[in-house]
């Protein structure tokens, strides 16, 4: 079965600072690798997928399928990142969401 | 565009009662799933429908969940009899074409089985 771990369930880091959100991934084919955002009262939606190989809201997300991974990168967070951010692995029928990581950016 | 709509918003119920969930995806999108997320866990997919036909239910507790879709427009997710562990919140969520697409998800619906 696959798998996605998201090692951090909760990510505290001041505004300004650096942001990594971990996912790693357990599959042998080829993956499709999603993140999706939860603001607070709102509804989960797509942040970025690997494929677009885009940059949205400062954040970056790089495959990599030697150490199985996907993690989430922003350079300098903003108090307006925080938020529950899940990994999600789309393999055709087989969607597998991580457990999720909150992120909390302090003043 | 009018988003994937879901109801109710909450509902309280004593185990071994029934309860039953109502989704509207947005329209002309031709694939629908329904998603159990647990307190302090991430989303789990119960059963995924491309049009009215079900694509994959494998994660689905067959013995009290069931699931339909008909006309291939919106679905209902039934519990019966619910459990103390049903305790969750039922995600729906719905995508153009099956597969590496973006999931546009619903508000959801908060369970208490008391």
């Known amino acids: 079965a696959q798998r996605v771990t998201q090692p951090e369930k909760l990510l505290s880091v001041f505004k300004g600072a650096p942001v990594e959100l971990k996912c790693n991934y357990s599959?042998?084919?080829?993956?499709?690798l999603f993140w999706y955002v939860q603001y607070s009262r709102q509804r989960l939606q797509l942040l970025l997928r690997?494929?677009s190989r885009e940059s949205i809201k400062g954040f970056t997300a790089d495959l990599n399928k030697g150490e199985t991974s996907f993690h989430l990168k922003k350079p300098f967070a903003q108090e307006e990142d925080s938020a529950m951010y899940y990994c999600e692995h789309n393999a055709g029928n087989m969607l597998t969401f991580g457990g999720g990581t909150r992120l909390m950016v302090k003043p | 565009e009018a988003g994937v709509a879901q109801s109710p918003r909450y509902k309280i119920i004593e185990k071994r009662q029934s309860v039953a969930f109502w989704c509207n995806p947005i329209s002309g999108h031709a694939t629908l799933y329904w998603y159990q997320q647990i307190l302090g866990q991430g989303p789990k997919l119960l059963i995924q429908f491309q049009n009215n036909g079900v694509v994959d239910d494998s994660q689905l507790p067959k013995d009290r969940f069931s699931a339909e879709r008909l006309k291939g427009v919106d679905s209902t997710l039934k519990i019966q009899p619910a459990k103390l562990e049903d305790s969750a919140v039922y995600l729906c969520?719905?995508?153009?074409?099956?597969?590496?697409?973006?999931?546009?998800f619903g508000p959801g619906t908060r369970l208490t089985v008391l």
């Open positions: 599959y042998s084919g080829s993956p499709e």
């Open positions: 690997h494929i």
């Open positions: 969520a719905s995508s153009p074409i099956i597969s590496y697409n973006e999931q546009f």
